[in-house]
């Protein structure tokens, strides 16, 4: 039996008939923090909705947690799932504990945990305010919040840090760096890699829906025998 948390092989999804990704074979596993990199419409977000089932693929096979979620539904998995997506929005009226609440209670987690997750992400004096008063950091301290309810075996981060300061991105690496400590698979989209070598396992390459490079970053230096242009790309 595989011990991957995520196994996708031979991944091609269009839209229409554009591909969007195309034949994608890649495995995450437990405790791995991997960089998603690749410039805008590389088929980043396109690849981290295919792992939740949000869309279906148009051939290969996605595992998801022990789970065909090509042949399955997700819904059994997603509890299981932490997802903070890209331009994360709330419901303006609800405050950021209710809206911890809410979700908590979709997933079957107990709530009283919410408290120890708003002071992880800094967020308790605000706790009590509606997200519609929340700046671009706190919506995204929430949602970062959102994603680690119930200690997620799988946290999926579409573009986290995009927009945040330097002292609030620390943050963000650090509690992800704790949750892969913890045994959780942790991916996360960007397209910044200078800022992600230091702080992820594994870096894969997206470019035009393809899988251009995966492995760690001594790997794809080596492979593109000068690291500047790398990060010049990037
Ligand atoms: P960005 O960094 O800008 O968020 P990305 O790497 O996440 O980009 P995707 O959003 O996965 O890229 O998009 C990959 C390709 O698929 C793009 O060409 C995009 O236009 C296309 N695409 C994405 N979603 C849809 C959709 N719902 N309908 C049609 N085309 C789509």
Same mark, same amino acid.
Request: aromatic residues 4%.
């Given at each position: 039996?595989?011990?991957?948390?995520?196994?996708?092989?031979?991944?091609?999804?269009?839209?229409?008939?554009?591909?969007?990704?195309?034949?994608?074979?890649?495995?995450?596993?437990?405790?791995?923090?991997?960089?998603?990199?690749?410039?805008?419409?590389?088929?980043?977000?396109?690849?981290?909705?295919?792992?939740?089932?949000?869309?279906?693929?148009?051939?290969?096979?996605?595992?998801?947690?022990?789970?065909?979620?090509?042949?399955?539904?997700?819904?059994?998995?997603?509890?299981?799932?932490?997802?903070?997506?890209?331009?994360?929005?709330?419901?303006?009226?609800?405050?950021?504990? #209710?809206?911890?609440?809410?979700?908590?209670?979709?997933?079957?987690?107990?709530?009283?945990?919410?408290?120890?997750?708003?002071?992880?992400?800094?967020?308790?004096?605000?706790?009590?305010?509606?997200?519609?008063?929340?700046?671009?950091?706190?919506?995204?301290?929430?949602?970062?919040?959102?994603?680690?309810?119930?200690?997620?075996?799988?946290?999926?981060?579409?573009?986290?840090?995009?927009?945040?300061?330097?002292?609030?991105?620390?943050?963000?690496?650090?509690?992800?760096?704790?949750?892969?400590?913890?045994?959780?698979?942790?991916?996360?989209?960007?397209?910044?890699?200078?800022?992600? #070598?230091?702080?992820?396992?594994?870096?894969?390459?997206?470019?035009?829906?393809?899988?251009?490079?995966?492995?760690?970053?001594?790997?794809?230096?080596?492979?593109?025998?000068?690291?500047?242009?790398?990060?010049?790309?990037?």
């Amino acid at each position: 039996m595989s011990t991957a948390t995520v196994s996708l092989r031979g991944i091609t999804k269009r839209y229409g008939n554009r591909p969007a990704v195309t034949d994608v074979d890649l495995v995450l596993l437990p405790g791995e923090r991997i960089a998603l990199v690749g410039h805008n419409g590389a088929g980043k977000s396109t690849l981290i909705k295919l792992m939740l089932g949000l869309i279906r693929t148009s051939t290969g096979q996605i595992d998801v947690l022990g789970a065909d979620i090509t042949r399955h539904k997700a819904s059994a998995i997603r509890a299981d799932i932490g997802y903070l997506p890209e331009n994360v929005v709330f419901p303006p009226a609800m405050t950021g504990r #209710e809206l911890l609440s809410f979700y908590a209670r979709l997933k079957r987690r107990d709530v009283a945990q919410n408290q120890s997750l708003l002071e992880r992400v800094g967020l308790v004096d605000a706790a009590d305010q509606r997200t519609s008063t929340y700046s671009k950091g706190m919506r995204q301290r929430l949602g970062l919040a959102q994603a680690l309810i119930g200690r997620p075996r799988l946290l999926l981060l579409d573009e986290p840090t995009t927009g945040l300061d330097p002292a609030l991105r620390r943050t963000f690496y650090d509690i992800i760096d704790a949750c892969a400590q913890d045994g959780a698979t942790v991916l996360l989209s960007s397209h910044a890699l200078a800022e992600l #070598e230091s702080r992820s396992d594994r870096i894969v390459v997206m470019n035009r829906g393809l899988k251009v490079a995966d492995g760690t970053l001594a790997d794809l230096r080596a492979l593109a025998r000068c690291p500047t242009r790398i990060r010049a790309d990037f």
